[in-house]
């Protein structure tokens, strides 16, 4: 089975008070309006979830995409959360927060085809100035794993006390153990709690429903209950569907990279 597994890492939040406080924050925010639309083919539903937590030293990991109420914590401690995620067990990325505020992000996902991959939208700098690291603890995940960069081959570790190598998606959990975090799932005294949480749900909308979603789409460019975009943007998203539909028909190769391809 395809690893999916995503994480959160929080640095320096009180021990007293979790996982009371993490309850609190995925309750309120809970009270706010329903994310997204009422009228897609996924709405967000309320779920109770199972969340794992395991503490090593001022270090919590989190499993189960905790990250709306762990950006939350994040801001109300003035500390620094980092979002790690492995994609299909195929690689992995992260996204960086220091109190509660979006930092930089490290993610191999783009909208635009040959847009600049792994590890080039922000430095280990970046890392060593918000998580407190030294920087030759971390900077060497910091490579291309399409072949340009010379520190990286196949079979090459990061560390040489790493357990994974590069192009071996297991790798975030030597990242991971180099954070100062421990994976929950390994150890039996991890914490364990359940928080209400938004989730999506396929929804099969009624014949009427579906066709005033359709009348909306082409009047307003937009689901009944989202703003109407104006024409300008209709516009710029017809193009961009256009220009995508005509890639994956003349460039499939485009929307197809995977770790170890060669350059564009």
């Avoid at 516009?235 to 190769?253: A, C, D, I, S, V």
């Amino acid at each position: 089975m395809a690893n999916r597994s995503t994480y959160s890492i929080l640095k320096g939040i009180p021990r007293d008070n979790f996982p009371r406080v993490a309850i609190e924050a995925a309750a309120e925010l809970m009270n706010g309006p329903r994310p997204g639309s009422a009228w897609g083919d996924w709405v967000q539903t309320p779920t109770p979830v199972t969340f794992r937590a395991k503490w090593n030293g001022d270090t919590l990991c989190i499993t189960n995409h905790a990250a709306p109420w762990a950006i939350e914590l994040s801001r109300r401690y003035s500390c620094p959360l980092l979002e790690l995620r492995c994609h299909e067990s195929e690689h992995w990325d992260f996204g960086l927060f220091h109190a509660g505020e979006f930092v930089a992000d490290v993610a191999y996902y783009d909208d635009r085809p040959g847009t600049p991959r792994p590890w080039r939208k922000v430095g280990p700098e970046d890392l060593e100035r918000v998580w407190g690291i030294a920087l030759d603890r971390v900077d060497r995940y910091f490579v291309d794993w399409r072949g340009t960069d010379h520190r990286v081959q196949r079979g090459w570790k990061a560390y040489e006390s790493d357990r994974f190598p590069h192009f071996d998606a297991d790798q975030l959990y030597d990242f991971m153990g180099a954070l100062g975090a421990v994976e929950p799932w390994w150890t039996p005294d991890h914490i364990e709690f359940e928080a209400m949480m938004w989730r999506s749900q396929t929804v099969e909308h009624p014949i009427h429903r579906r066709i005033i979603r359709r009348a909306s789409m082409l009047l307003r460019g937009s689901y009944p209950d989202v703003p109407a975009r104006s024409l300008r943007r209709r516009y710029e998203f017809w193009k961009q569907r256009r220009e995508t539909r005509w890639l994956l028909k003349h460039h499939p190769e485009a929307f197809t990279w995977r770790p170890g391809d060669p350059e564009d």
